[in-house]
């Protein structure tokens, strides 16, 4: 493992789908939970075999809902429960096995990401468990936690400047270009339908599993890539509509400003997860009821209030989505909201004061 500086087409929504649900995985002997001395049983939740019947990947999803300790109208999803603490191990997952599905990825091609967040982990662990050789293209400034996770799991990180989207160097662009440079495939988490497509058959029936019956009246979750958000919200409006689905989005960024039809602006949002420069194929604004503008400075003030005063561990995107969550909460007091913890607090300890 080495590290290294350097300076689409959309899919349909049987992207995922049913026949590969339940066809036997090609496993080596160690990848086979009938191989061990335990008695385990397959996990059913996710839309691929392969996933279902690793030791390793089994661990993504069926993450719980948890009561808030201090309102008694919010119930928070524990997407840090996942295997690299975020939901982006469903997408790490999703998205290899996904893009083989397509005829887009060889089993065994390298496969490339840039990421300066939790994808970067959790395409790294789905490389590792599938036999992908992977790379993760970072800006130089990314945490050491997320860089780490990359490292641990055997990948290899090429850094790049931490400079704008419309510089030659930016991260994105240094991606595509490697990739095109080592016959790798790029994910592309930014500009892949398939992003939503994931959690549309993935988390979202996982959380209306959790959820019918009990009278939610809202789920709210970070912006971010508007993967997650828009997948789930697709699942969920065929079903219920009546659940409205709210964003949290940073101050100064373009989802919300499109969302709400006015011009692009200046992209300021310091929070990972939080915002965007720019609305790609990933997002679905029809599914979307509402967004939410949180600062960066209220992102954090919420993140560290529910760690110290609840016991409730959160990222900072987290925290803006529960900062939004609690508002709601306080306009109407027979208001039912979920709220997504979509990774933990321990990826941030170093970056926030008194952490």
Same mark, same amino acid.
């Given at each position: ?15 995922? &789908? ?15 939970? &009938? ?14 075999? $392969? ?14 809902? *948890?009561?808030?300790?201090?309102? =008694? ?5 524990? =997407? ?32 490339? =990401? ?41 990948? =290899? ?5 931490? *400079? ?36 549309? $058959? ?94 960066? &400075?209220?992102? *954090? ?55």
């Amino acid at each position: 493992m080495t590290e290294k500086t350097t300076p689409d087409d959309p899919s349909d929504r049987n992207t995922i &789908s049913d026949d590969i649900r339940n066809e036997p995985p090609n496993l080596d002997p160690e990848d086979d939970l &009938s191989a061990t001395f335990l008695s385990i049983e397959p996990s059913e939740g996710a839309p691929f075999s $392969e996933i279902n019947n690793d030791p390793i990947l089994r661990e993504i999803g069926d993450t719980p809902l *948890v009561p808030h300790p201090e309102n =008694e109208q919010i119930v928070c999803k524990m =997407e840090r429960q996942n295997p690299t603490l975020s939901h982006k191990d469903r997408l790490g997952a999703g998205m290899i096995l996904g893009l083989r599905q397509k005829g887009e990825l060889e089993e065994g091609q390298a496969v490339v =990401e840039a990421s300066s967040g939790n994808t970067a982990g959790a395409v790294a662990l789905a490389a590792n468990r599938l036999g992908h050789p992977c790379t993760i293209v970072m800006r130089e400034t990314t945490s050491p936690v997320k860089s780490g996770f990359v490292r641990a799991l055997g990948a =290899e990180v090429v850094t790049a400047p931490d *400079v704008d989207h419309d510089h030659d160097f930016y991260y994105q662009k240094v991606a595509e270009t490697y990739a095109e440079e080592h016959d790798a495939v790029y994910l592309n988490q930014y500009e892949r339908e398939l992003n939503r497509h994931v959690h549309y $058959e993935w988390t979202g029936p996982e959380l209306y599993e959790q959820i019918k019956g009990e009278g939610v009246t809202h789920i709210v979750g970070a912006m971010s890539t508007c993967g997650f958000l828009t997948g789930v919200a697709e699942y969920i409006k065929e079903i219920e509509p009546s659940i409205k689905i709210v964003g949290a989005d940073g101050e100064e960024s373009n989802i919300s400003r499109m969302f709400y039809g006015e011009e692009e602006g200046n992209y300021d949002v310091d929070i990972e997860g939080l915002g965007q420069w720019r609305v790609t194929e990933t997002a679905n604004f029809d599914v979307i009821d509402d967004v939410r503008s949180v600062s960066d &400075s209220i992102a *954090v003030s919420r993140a560290k209030h529910e760690a110290a005063d609840n016991g409730l561990l959160m990222g900072l995107s987290s925290g803006a989505a529960m900062e939004v969550a609690q508002s709601i909460t306080q306009e109407d007091d027979d208001t039912k909201v979920v709220s997504i913890i979509h990774d933990g607090a321990e990826q941030y300890f170093h970056e926030v004061e008194d952490w």
